[in-house]
């Protein structure tokens, strides 16, 4: 089993067969690395987590971080202890990026160099993050979707399958732009459905949704709901045609 002499591997964890695991990397107290698992250089793989067959872990990623709490955070509660991060086969994880404990990767999920998934995450089989991507605490991402360089997603969304969300997308989950406590009770991230589309540097306000196979065009900024299958664009947003059905997903899109 090679592990390097510089590696420090609790006596309670696991590596599996044939994983290899670099110089000075930790693996915590019963944490599991499956067989076929390559960790590089100065990886951090905290208590509990768990990590499939196969999974590449680059250098100097963090797995099973815990979330820091300010006393003034609106949406990083203390509450109960986080489930463990689950991280399936063949997933891959790039360098410098970080996987919040509470977090569940599918199969062979890719999280590129420097991004971040937070706490009580989900994301899909076969889904890309993209470097830089950030995706906060309690959003689900569907399968096979495509999240492109430093597109962030707010906390509370949802992203269904196959969607896409080109470089530099912002959400947002508060109307009220961090004044009053009724805000609180209001935190709605976006709904994002199965096969729609967000061009470059696009803009959802919080609790709006899009629908299925539509597209929001590069730069528009959506303050209602970009309707099944059309196309809208600018500020604000208007829908303006219809996906052109070579680009549907039931046409081979």
């Given at each position: 089993m090679?592990?390097?002499?510089?590696?420090?591997?609790?006596?309670?964890?696991?590596?599996?067969?044939?994983?290899?695991?670099?110089?000075?990397?930790?693996?915590?107290?019963?944490?599991e690395?499956?067989?076929?698992?390559?960790?590089?250089?100065?990886?951090?793989?905290?208590?509990?987590?768990?990590?499939?067959?196969?999974?590449?872990?680059?250098?100097?990623?963090?797995?099973?971080?815990?979330?820091?709490?300010?006393?003034r955070?609106?949406?990083?509660?203390?509450?109960?202890?986080?489930?463990?991060?689950?991280?399936?086969?063949?997933?891959?994880?790039?360098?410098?990026?970080?996987?919040?404990?509470?977090?569940?990767?599918?199969?062979?999920?890719?999280?590129?160099?420097?991004?971040?998934?937070?706490?009580?995450?989900?994301?899909?089989?076969?889904?890309?993050?993209?470097r830089?991507?950030?995706?906060?605490?309690?959003?689900?991402?569907?399968?096979?979707?495509?999240?492109?360089?430093?597109?962030?997603?707010?906390?509370?969304?949802?992203?269904?399958?196959?969607?896409?969300?080109?470089?530099?997308?912002?959400?947002?989950?508060?109307?009220?732009?961090?004044?009053?406590?009724?805000?609180?009770?209001?935190?709605?991230?976006?709904t994002?459905?199965?096969?729609?589309?967000?061009?470059?540097?696009?803009?959802?306000?919080?609790?709006?949704e899009?629908?299925?196979?539509?597209?929001?065009?590069?730069?528009?900024?959506?303050?209602?709901?970009?309707?099944?299958?059309?196309?809208?664009?600018?500020?604000?947003?208007r829908?303006?045609?219809?996906v052109?059905?070579?680009?549907?997903?039931?046409?081979?899109?």
């Open positions: 090679p592990v390097a002499a510089t590696a420090q591997v609790h006596p309670t964890a696991s590596v599996g067969d044939d994983a290899e695991v670099g110089h000075f990397s930790v693996i915590g107290a019963g944490a690395v499956g067989p076929g698992a390559v960790i590089g250089h100065h990886v951090v793989i905290h208590d509990g987590s768990r990590l499939g067959t196969g999974v590449r872990v680059d250098d100097h990623a963090v797995i099973g971080k815990r979330p820091m709490r300010s006393p955070s609106a949406t990083t509660t203390a509450g109960p202890e986080l489930p463990i991060t689950d991280i399936g086969e063949r997933t891959m994880i790039g360098t410098g990026a970080v996987v919040y404990r509470g977090a569940t990767l599918g199969d062979r999920v890719l999280v590129a160099d420097y991004a971040t998934v937070r706490e009580r995450v989900t994301v899909g089989d076969e889904t890309i993050v993209g830089g991507v950030a995706i906060e605490n309690d959003t689900s991402v569907g399968r096979r979707c495509k999240l492109e360089t430093n597109a962030y997603l707010t906390a509370y969304s949802t992203v269904e399958d196959d969607v896409f969300v080109a470089p530099g997308v912002l959400t947002s989950n508060d109307d009220y732009i961090g004044r009053t406590e009724a805000r609180k009770a209001a935190f709605a991230g976006p994002i459905r199965e096969g729609a589309r967000l061009g470059v540097g696009a803009v959802i306000l919080p609790g709006r899009v629908e299925g196979e539509a597209v929001v065009g590069a730069g528009a900024v959506l303050t209602g709901t970009a309707a099944t299958g059309r196309v809208h664009v600018g500020v604000p947003a829908d303006v045609r219809a052109v059905p070579e680009q549907l997903r039931e046409n081979g899109g």
